[in-house]
Nanobody
């Protein structure tokens, strides 16, 4: 599975942004998909994940209630809707594929290239 994230940009605090990740490969619908981010000088951290069948989602505490992950298996796409953005959300965002939403935080099978999100105060 090859992944490519897109949709990053510059947004003011309080604004919204929607990230997308396109996947190639016929096995996309069998993977849990997730988003991670890495801020300057910090380690990469988990943001959100969604199961292959849309039933289960997970979010980092820092984004709960503000971010929403979704996917469209027919289009091989996963999305991250980001609302009420804060300057501390500034980071490079990466999409990822893993066996389940349980293991995605410890074992990612595929990483995509990142997209930069900058939130100005």
């Amino acid at each position: 599975v090859q992944l490519q994230a897109f949709g990053g940009g510059l947004v003011q605090a309080g604004g919204s942004l929607r990230l997308g990740c396109t996947a190639s490969g016929r096995a996309f619908s069998s993977y849990a998909m997730g988003w991670f981010r890495q801020a300057p000088g910090k380690e990469r951290e988990f943001v959100a994940a969604i199961s292959w069948n849309h039933i289960r989602t997970r979010y980092a505490d820092s984004v709960k209630g503000r971010f929403a992950i979704s996917r469209d298996n027919a289009k091989n796409m996963v999305y991250l809707q980001m609302n009420s953005l804060k300057p501390e959300d500034t980071a490079v965002y990466y999409c990822a594929a893993a066996g389940s939403v349980v293991v995605i935080t410890t074992g990612v099978d595929y990483w995509g290239q990142g997209t930069l999100v900058t939130v100005s105060s």
